[in-house]
Structures are given as C-alpha cells and as structure tokens.
C-alpha cells in the first residue's frame, strides 16, 4: 500500500492531524460522485498496477476532477476504496468510502499516502477475507493488522493523518499498498493467489473493465 526524505528538519516539518471523516459523509460523497464521471476498472496484469506511482505535486483542478471521478468510479463499481492506478492513472491518490467494524461510515482521500509502522502491541492481525476490484469475483483470507494510520495530503496540500480499525484499517492497508504496485494478491501463498486468479478468471465482474491486450 516507500518513505520519502526530506530536507526539512523535524522542527520544520508540518504536522498531520488526524481529519474528522465520519460527518456529513452521504452529502459529501454524493457531491464528489456527481461531479465525476464513472471509469471503467483496470484489472490485473495491467502494468499500471504492478509499479509505483508518480508522488502528487500538482493540487490544482485536475487533482480535484481526478477525486471527483474516483468517486463516481467507485461508486459504479460498489466498492469501498479505489487507488487511482485502478482506474489508469499514475498517481499517489486513493478515496474510500469505507465501514469500519462498528458500522461507522468514513469517507474521505488521501495523497501521497504513507503507512505508520505499528508498535508491537497493536500489531493483532485480522485473517478475514479480502477482495479487489481489480481482481473482481475472486476473494481470499489475508492477516492484516486490525489498526492503521495512513499519513498523506488533502487535494490542497495539507498534511492529514487517517486513522481506522477493523475492516476500514484493512482499507486503508489495501488502498496504500495499490499505490506502491501491490495487489493484495502479492500478499498471497503461491496457492492462495492461483485460487484468487482462478477464481477471476470464473467469475464475471459486475462493472466495466479494462481488458488487457
């Protein structure tokens, strides 16, 4: 879901506060989602997947029609997270709209999304099932820390932290990991991720794909 160096001293460094994402969340997403236009997924074996994305430094229009079609994108295709690259595009942006295990609703994004590195005392894995849209039809069980924190920019540039647990922690995970070219797939047994792949190429997805030549 790499760090980058800064040149800034610690002192210097802006601080990220942990954003408020469970208010106002069905008008907010409704918003982001008309604005958009719905684009179709790209699927596994798309090289766009499988490497690192470019860092956003550009938070203008183009950034914010980017978030508004992630949103629209993701909505088509009933999802609960998009990474930019599943919709083609070579940017460190994800959106969620996301449950967390006690049924409260998060939406929000985040850019340039860095992982915190957990202290061994919250580091209790969750083995549940994780599926992909851009591996449609096919899930598998993947331990995951049950807590994350995701450090990133808003669409303006202000430095934000987010925090989920449960199932929204999984999310973020996943999310962060599609930026940095990794499907949960990779994270997979050799056996695991065959049964993943069969399991796709059976299925049929209920959303419009990108097909790979």
Do not use: W
């Amino acid at each position: 879901m790499s760090q980058q160096d800064t040149e800034q001293s610690v002192n210097d460094e802006p601080k990220s506060e942990f954003i408020v994402d469970t208010e106002d969340c069905e008008e907010r997403e409704r918003a982001h989602r008309e604005r958009g236009t719905s684009r179709p997924i790209t699927v596994v074996g798309n090289p766009v997947l499988h490497k690192e994305c470019q860092d956003v430094t550009e938070f203008d229009e183009k950034l914010a029609q980017l978030i508004d079609d992630m949103f629209a994108s993701q909505r088509t295709a009933e999802g609960v997270g998009l990474a930019a690259n599943q919709i083609g595009v070579d940017a460190k942006v994800f959106v969620y709209d996301c449950p967390d295990d006690e049924g409260v609703r998060h939406v929000g994004h985040v850019i340039n999304p860095v992982l915190d590195d957990l202290p061994a005392d919250r580091r209790v894995l969750d083995d549940s099932n994780e599926g992909c849209l851009s591996v449609p039809t096919a899930y598998a069980s993947l331990a995951r820390p049950d807590y994350a924190v995701v450090r990133g920019q808003d669409m303006h540039g202000n430095p934000i932290a987010v925090e989920g647990t449960g199932y929204f922690a999984r999310c973020l995970q996943h999310e962060t990991d599609h930026l940095y070219g990794y499907l949960y797939i990779d994270r997979l047994s050799k056996r695991d991720r065959k049964d993943a792949l069969r399991q796709m190429a059976e299925g049929t997805p209920r959303y419009e794909v990108v097909p790979n030549d």
